[in-house]
């Protein structure tokens, strides 16, 4: 298991590299911010003062190798609009996007789950096939149009919920957060669910798969013959053998999540780290831009080692390819 770790440690550290460079290559070739930050009228004198006060005069590989050395100690840059840290930024939106993200995954898994599990189960009746047309729509359906119907219902049609914004938060063991809230849940309910649907309709076809394909194993048939209750047969003996492709599916979609709030955090105003990115490349403010996508990279990488290792636990056949393939 430490070697199984170790080598994860290492193809983590060798990606984030990679990808830092990269992001870092690809915001330098959107444009330059100074077009954007000073004025047209400047001439220039005012010009070239402005690039090398942001560090912008020198060559992209030196602004590289600034960039690395500072972001292992902690300094992703300061931001060219707000002359602030960008990780101060960043980290300042950071709860609002994970609040965003771990209700829709709760709501995600919490119906998907029993949904799939019920299709699974009763594949050929009306519900479960109605079941199982549903989350066919919830991969076809453009993700914006329908987070724009769910405001035009409920918020401007029915007006049971806002159309935007955060609401209200409150601070309960030192955690701020709409959650605490009446305001803030009215608020998170449209936004929470615009987010979740694709995932949903992932997590049941995952669990619907998974229960059709070990219904007929023979360890299930033996749990049956030896007069177990179906409520333990499915809960224990089916649940448990399905657990490692929707662990793992739901861990990615997390990064996933978090990394795709633009648009749900664009159309229904919330304060986050997507609305905050979408307003950076409006001003090419490339700190922020490269601190966020380098951010959520780390989150993705992590959240990929922590799914194999829950994997490698769940399945110690992972852990013994891994060391058979280290000692080839």
Do not use: C
């Not at 006060?53 to 992209?60: S, Y």
């Not at 500072?70 to 950071?94: E, H, K, M, Y």
């Amino acid at each position: 298991m430490t070697v199984f770790i170790i080598r994860r440690l290492i193809q983590s550290t060798l990606t984030l590299f990679v990808t830092s460079l990269l992001v870092f290559l690809a915001v330098y070739a959107i444009g330059n911010p100074i077009d954007v930050l000073i004025d047209p009228a400047a001439d220039q004198i005012e010009f070239e003062r402005a690039m090398k006060a942001l560090g912008l005069d020198r060559p992209i590989w030196d602004q590289y190798i600034i960039f690395l050395t500072n972001a292992l100690q902690g300094d992703v840059g300061r931001s060219f609009v707000f002359n602030t840290p960008a990780i101060d930024l960043i980290l300042l939106r950071l709860p609002a996007t994970l609040e965003l993200a771990i209700t829709a995954l709760i709501l995600a898994n919490v119906l998907g789950i029993p949904l799939g599990l019920y299709a699974g189960l009763k594949p050929e009746s009306v519900a479960g096939r109605s079941v199982m047309a549903g989350s066919i729509l919830g991969f076809s359906l453009p993700g914006f149009w329908v987070k724009v119907s769910l405001i035009m219902l409920f918020a401007v049609e029915l007006d049971w919920l806002p159309a935007g914004g955060r609401g209200e938060t409150a601070t309960f063991l030192g955690i701020t957060s709409s959650l605490f809230t009446v305001d803030g849940l009215r608020h998170i309910i449209l936004p929470a669910t615009g987010l979740s649907l694709f995932t949903m309709a992932l997590v049941i076809r995952l669990t619907s798969a998974g229960v059709r394909e070990t219904l007929p194993m023979d360890f299930i048939k033996f749990a049956r013959a030896k007069g177990l209750r179906e409520s333990r047969v499915i809960s224990v003996h089916v649940l448990k053998n399905i657990l490692i492709p929707i662990v793992t599916v739901v861990g990615l979609e997390f990064g996933g999540l978090v990394a795709f709030t633009v648009i749900t955090e664009s159309i229904f105003s919330w304060p986050g780290m997507g609305k905050l990115l979408i307003d950076s490349i409006n001003f090419l403010d490339r700190p922020v831009i490269v601190a966020y996508i380098v951010l959520v990279a780390t989150m993705f990488i992590g959240i990929n080692l922590v799914v194999d290792l829950v994997y490698a636990v769940l399945d110690p056949r992972v852990r013994l390819s891994d060391a058979g393939g280290a000692g080839t």
